[in-house]
């Protein structure tokens, strides 16, 4: 039997989300960003054990109901593959237009995504003598 302690939480907390718009200014100044077809990622380090997350949905995609729409999928996405992506990352997850994508959609491509741009991270920080 698994004990309660073992079992990975996907609960999304306060302290994963990217909420003030100084957090978000900084990660998209740093321009590291990675894209497919469903999603576009901002990434950053933060020096923290776990990966956060900030969604932008933009006024093309629809009134406030979609966009709403869309920011709960990413989050869902989000917090269904933490346990996959790389720690220590700020990431800012921008839906493609006119995608059509599912939850699962964003995971996946969230998950790919993030991997590549950690190592983008790691290889830059390993040049900089970081």
Known sequence: ??????????????????RKSGEFAHVYGLRNTSGDGHLLVFAAANGRPQSRVGVSVSKKHGNAIIRSGLKR?????????????????????IPRHKSGSTVEDYQ???????????????RSNKECGG
């Open 108 to 122: 996946q491509s969230l998950t790919t995504l993030a991997r590549k741009l950690a190592g983008r991270i790691a």
């Open 73 to 93: 999928r990413l989050r869902e996405a989000f917090r269904l593959t933490q346990h996959d992506l790389p720690g220590g990352l700020d990431l800012i997850l």
């Open 1 to 18: 039997m698994i004990s309660p302690q073992s079992k990975p939480s996907f609960r999304l907390t306060r302290t994963q989300r990217i």
